[in-house]
């Protein structure tokens, strides 16, 4: 791997850990207290700055080291987190993803430089921690990439003991130790035994051993590193200290062991002391086995240990790899093309009556679907990364707004296509946005309504089927129907007369449309929903909206989880193949359907009345001749946006595995077909889009046939 690898390497860890440290510093808002949440903001910082330097970004390093400076107050206790502080580093990460993009930070990044170093200058430093802050200026060492925290914490056990003239060659070990701090959790008990009586001491010797205990997710290399210029005049042992026991059975270590581990103790004098009803390390220390500092540094170990334990087992994390998205798209693209090669091969096999073909294609047919699954899965990832940085939009939207507003997440565990995910991004921006500026009212209004100061928006995620349903609600006063209407009959788009409210709501999601007198740097253009409904139907999915006056909006997303391969229902029209989505499939009947005649009839059918969509009419108009018999119809009972359809159709194949092939631009004008796949026997079926199929069949007849004739 050459030099420029490791570089998109390290933009890659970069741009994560920016996002954690989004995250983590929106919680330290919450949260200004907890130590736990500073050290990993310190930690972020610190493994960018050095890695930053280490692969020439130069200014990216600089600015950090700034305001790793100052969370370092933070973590001394001589600043206290508060809104400003959380507002700097916000807008910091922000400045080092621009920086880390190549471009230059200008204004912003010069104005962020003098709040910094005002806040550093106000803070109530002593001159102890001026000096050793100097001290740290003027280390010898150069600075190490660190670990990115993306696994669990090995716990080492490091014991050093310098030569006694190790000074005189210019080093400074508080530099050594400052940067093992700065790698994780980090313990040390020095040993003085060995300092002489005063008259023989000499004040330029090293007399002290030191026992150190670090949790750190670098690796073994990278701690013996730390040491590289004094490991010769050094007595140095870097040891891995893990649990006992293996798999589900691993434990922490009991004190006696980590003792006779170091070698302070024997195990013999451990059973003995076990007898007695006093803790183990208050024994050993009254029979003078080990000293008070030598216990402090096993219990030290202990507990590290212990709590590297805990975060292993709640993180449940294996052994991960990188892996670029344009190798992992040319996989899925690969298997695509197995799929329709298997399903050919079983056609053949079918056809030629060959029994041992038909089980080798039977065989490669589950294990293609096997293949499948685990392919399509490599690309599925939690949504909880987008969902992150939904908090600080909602925050940023806060401050802006002038309104208390508050995030409330569900399912961020929820998988989807990464693919999807990043498609996905900019409509659940909108829909916050709008959330935030039109639905929830200011705290005045609030509180005259009998409602919380604070306006709640909730994002939740769960799977249904092969599906995801993604739902964003707020607690605001809802959409006013009546203001969307007068603004959609003076634009045309609405009849005086209309009372349907789902007509109405449709409305706010037409290009231009907008009830907002005047436009603001968040609102008011007319572009959000239809952004919003465009960027949905790209992902094949479909939206829904319901309001309460009064009672807040809410706003339900369907997105298929991948947009490759797919199961489908193969179905015949007018002599052509065509496919439906197998997960918005209930069931199949034929049924008469007397009197109904094209899409404006209904079904009754156990209890529920069901309208009949006519797809041969729809798509090719009544000059198409339709195969079957006359009075006999073949249904398929879909659901669409929550809604009962009974598809009418020519013939019902089966259930079929497809691949989705994008149309050319020449042929997007057919929204009713969102797609083609070929087929075993090479044929190409088109895959209906049922959101617009129903759409299209209030308006609009034969229209493959129209699109044809020009």
């Known amino acids: 791997m050459n030099f420029e690898d490791n570089r998109l390497f390290f933009l890659e860890e970069a741009r994560e850990l920016l996002n954690s440290l989004e995250k983590n510093l929106i919680e330290l808002e919450s949260s200004p207290d907890d130590s736990a949440l500073i050290n990993e903001v310190f930690r972020g910082l610190h493994t960018i700055k050095g890695s930053g330097a280490m692969f020439g970004f130069e200014k990216v390093s600089q600015f950090t080291h700034l305001l790793e400076n100052l969370f370092d107050e933070v973590r001394k206790g001589t600043l206290k987190v508060d809104s400003d502080i959380v507002g700097i ?9 621009s920086l880390l993009e190549g471009k230059e930070g200008g204004e912003v990044q010069a104005r962020l ?18 000096a050793r802050e100097d001290a740290e200026d003027h280390c010898d060492f150069p600075t190490r990439p660190q670990a990115s925290p993306s696994g669990p914490p090995m716990v080492y056990r490091v014991e050093l003991k310098p030569i006694p003239g190790l000074l005189h060659r210019g080093v400074k070990l508080e530099c050594l130790f400052r940067e093992l701090q700065g790698m994780g959790d980090f313990h040390s008990v020095c040993d003085v035994s060995a300092v ?80 007695e009803q006093v803790p183990l390390g208050e024994l050993a220390v009254k029979a003078g086995r080990v000293s008070k500092g030598e216990l402090d540094a096993a219990l030290a170990e202990q507990q590290a240990v212990k709590s590297a334990s805990i975060e292993r087992e709640v993180r449940q994390e294996s052994s991960t790899i990188r892996v670029r998205k344009e190798r992992l798209d040319f996989l899925v693209d690969s298997v695509g093309e197995l799929v329709i090669l298997q399903a050919r091969l079983g056609q053949e096999a079918k056809s030629l009556g060959s029994v041992v073909l038909e089980g080798i294609a039977e065989n490669l047919s589950r294990l293609t679907t096997v293949l499948r699954d685990s392919t399509m899965g490599l690309r599925m990832v939690p949504l909880a990364e987008s969902f992150a940085s939904f908090q600080r939009l909602v925050r940023d939207l806060s401050k802006q707004l002038g309104k208390d ?19 996905l991004k900019d409509p ?14 200011d705290a005045a209004t609030r509180a005259r309504a009998g409602k919380p100061a604070v306006g709640t928006i909730s994002v939740a995620a769960r799977q249904v089927g092969s599906s995801v349903e993604i739902v964003v609600r707020d607690d605001g006063a809802g959409l006013d129907l009546d203001r969307i209407k007068a603004k959609a009959v003076e634009r045309r788009l609405l009849e005086p007369d209309e009372t349907d409210e789902d007509k109405i709501i449709a409305v706010i999601m037409e290009p231009g449309f907008s009830t907002t007198e005047r436009a ?22 479909s939206i829904a909206i319901a309001t309460e006056r009064g009672g807040g909006t809410t706003m339900t997303l369907s997105i298929p989880l991948t947009l490759v391969i797919v199961d489908g229902l193969l179905v015949t029209v007018g002599g052509v193949d065509y496919v439906v989505a197998l997960s918005l499939v209930e069931e199949c009947v034929d049924m008469a359907l007397g009197g109904a005649e094209g899409s404006s009839g209904t079904i009754h059918l156990r209890g529920r009345t069901i309208p009949v969509l006519d797809v041969h009419r729809i ?35 089966g259930k079929q595995q497809v691949v989705i092939k994008p149309f050319t631009a020449a042929l997007k004008g057919l929204t009713a077909i969102s797609g083609a796949t070929i087929l ?30 020009k």
């Open 428 to 441: 659940l921006v909108h829909i916050i946005r709008n959330s935030a500026d039109h639905g929830i009212e």
């Open 680 to 709: 075993g026997d090479g044929s190409v079926a088109l895959i209906l889009n049922l959101a617009d199929l129903v759409k299209t069949s209030r308006g609009e007849v034969g229209i493959i046939q129209a699109r044809s004739a």
């Open 520 to 541: 603001t740097s968040l609102s008011g253009r007319g572009v959000g929903m239809d952004v919003v409904r465009t960027n949905i139907e790209k992902l094949r999915g």
């Open 405 to 423: 507003l508050r995030l409330e997440i569900e399912g961020a565990g929820t998988e989807l296509d990464k693919n999807v995910i990043e498609s």
């Open 89 to 97: 580093g916000l807008r910091s990460t922000d400045c080092i993803s």
């Open 196 to 275: 002489p009586e005063l008259g023989a001491l000499d004040p330029s010797a090293v007399y002290f051993r030191w026992t150190i205990t670090l949790s750190t997710q670098a690796d073994m290399q990278a701690v013996r590193s730390v040491f590289m210029f004094i490991e010769d005049y050094s007595e140095l042992s870097v040891k891995i200290v893990t649990e006992r026991g293996e798999g589900e059975g691993a434990r922490a270590p009991l004190l006696g062991e980590v003792l006779v581990d170091r070698g302070l103790i024997d195990e013999e004098e451990v059973a003995t002391l076990r007898h």
């Open 113 to 130: 430089v003098a709040e910094i170093t005002a806040l550093g200058a106000a803070s109530p430093r002593t001159a102890a921690s001026a």
């Open 619 to 653: 798509l090719l108009g009544d000059s198409v001749p339709r195969a079957g018999e006359e009075g006999e119809a073949r249904l398929v009972i879909a659901s669409v946006d929550g809604a009962e359809v009974a598809l009418r159709v020519d013939a019902i194949v």
